[in-house]
């Protein structure tokens, strides 16, 4: 599917939009192997503890960051030691006993985001595109923002890349998402092999984003937050389903 890989690659416009949208109907909502584990944090309630990998692993990082900024503190403060500068005060111990607190609470914030991202996720919004001629479909229907993730699985970025997006589907009811094996739209091995992840977006039938390789161009970083803030810098409105420019952007404060 040459042509189609042309598109993706070269970023020019891709169809045109008709007066109505696509209906759910016939539409697979997209599965992974971890179905189970999200049906069950689905029904879990907010205390409930889990022992998600991904938890210990954040945590460990968040760990390792805190660590080097307490090294670098304690390096400054024996800098103005030697100087004659330090001086102890109350304010100084309330707030290493605040740092001390902030640590042991860093934890179970971690823990309750990751778990409420897990029962979005589980939500089901985000669908599957099973043939080609789906995928052509849904960029011919779209009346708001359409999102095709292009993915294939097993490989840990596009993995990433679709918990991303299911998380964003639920966040964001006016904007449609879905995703579609590469080697199902006929790409190319190369393309398979190099340009995955690669997101689309489409307004109206027409190309608005191209992001081929998507998790490079976020600096390594694959998460909800920072996708939600790399869409925003390429002029693209979750909340309202739409393209803006940068006056017409609107609030979004859960970005920060």
Known sequence: MASLESKLLDGKSAGYCSSSDGEEEGWSVAKDDDDHQANVMRRLGPSTNT??????????????????????????LLRQARKGMLQGSKLEREEAQKSDRDEDESLESIRERRLLEMRKAAAGRMLEITDKEQFTKAIDTCENLLCVLLYEPGDE?????????????????????????????????AFTEQALPTLQIYLKGNLVGNFIKVHSLLGGEVDV?????????????LVYGNYTTDSECSTDEDID
């Not at 937050?225 to 409105?237: A, C, E, M």
């Open 225 to 237: 937050t920072s996708v939600r803030k790399f869409l925003r810098r390429q002029h693209i409105d």
């Open 51 to 76: 022992g998600a990998k991904g938890v210990l692993n954040e945590y460990a990082a968040y760990k390792e960051q805190a660590t080097r900024a307490r090294e670098a503190k304690d390096r400054e």
């Open 157 to 189: 970025m596009c993995d990433k890349m679709t918990h991303v997006c299911k998380v964003l589907a639920a966040d964001y009811p006016r904007v449609r998402f879905m995703r579609a094996r590469s080697t199902l739209l006929e790409m190319s091995k």
